[in-house]
């Protein structure tokens, strides 16, 4: 099955500087990656993904990038606030399978 | 509003006692999951359900029984033979067995 790593466990930035969580999986069959951020107590919300015919996606201040070959994915956040800090989630998917593999998190604090 | 809803916020849990979790989404997905996470651990699955009426166990399904007899709704029943059933619960749905999974605010179980 899918196995998904990432890195690292724990991201501290001071405010306005980027951050930067990276993952790698191994089944080449994936081709959905999306990010997922979750507050203290509350569900994982949805903020950007990536398909694999697409090498890299921006919204505002949040990017992803995918390399197909190498089998990895990053979430780059330029300009961190305060409100970024949270516990980030990468997953990756083959569409057909359905279920995500998630990685195991990283807990990321934007120091004002 | 539209979304995914999960009640109750909090549950406790008596030593030989079943348990049930409700989830109800107004947002006409097909797919519904179950997720069980732990502190700084990712998500893993425990059972999905593609379609009303069909579910699959995930990767952690011992312990645990679901029901889907409508497409809105999603329960998740804890039962004594769960001998670890600590954590944070989380459902979530996606439009299609392809599709992106949303999640819902979670319910905390804990033990007494």
């Known amino acids: 099955g899918e196995n998904v790593e990432q890195h690292p466990s724990t991201l501290s930035v001071q405010e306005g500087d980027s951050a930067v969580i990276k993952c790698t999986y191994s089944d080449s069959a994936s081709n959905y990656f999306p990010w997922y951020k979750q507050e203290l107590g509350k569900g994982p919300q949805l903020i950007i993904d990536?398909?694999?015919?697409?090498g890299e996606k921006k919204d505002q201040r949040i990017a992803v990038t995918l390399n197909k070959t190498a089998k990895h994915f990053s979430l780059h956040i330029t300009e961190t606030q305060p409100e970024d800090s949270a516990v980030y989630f990468c997953a990756a998917r083959y569409t057909n399978a359905g279920k995500s593999t998630f990685g195991d998190g990283t807990t990321l604090t934007v120091k004002p | 509003d539209g979304g995914i809803t999960q009640s109750p916020k909090y549950l406790f849990r008596k030593e030989g006692q079943n348990v049930t979790l409700s989830c109800e989404q107004n947002l006409n997905h097909d797919a519904m999951y179950w997720y069980r996470q732990d502190p700084g651990q990712g998500l893993r699955l425990i059972y999905y359900s593609q379609i009303v009426n069909d579910f699959q166990k995930g990767d952690i399904a011992e312990g645990y029984s679901v029901s889907r007899e409508k497409k809105e709704s999603f329960p998740l029943t804890v039962t004594s033979a769960q001998k670890n059933p600590t954590a944070f619960y989380l459902c979530?749905?996606?439009?299609?067995?392809?599709?992106?999974?949303?999640f819902g605010p979670g319910t905390r179980l804990l033990v007494l």
């Open positions: 990536i398909r694999s015919n697409v």
């Open positions: 979530a749905s996606s439009p299609s067995w392809a599709g992106t999974q949303y």
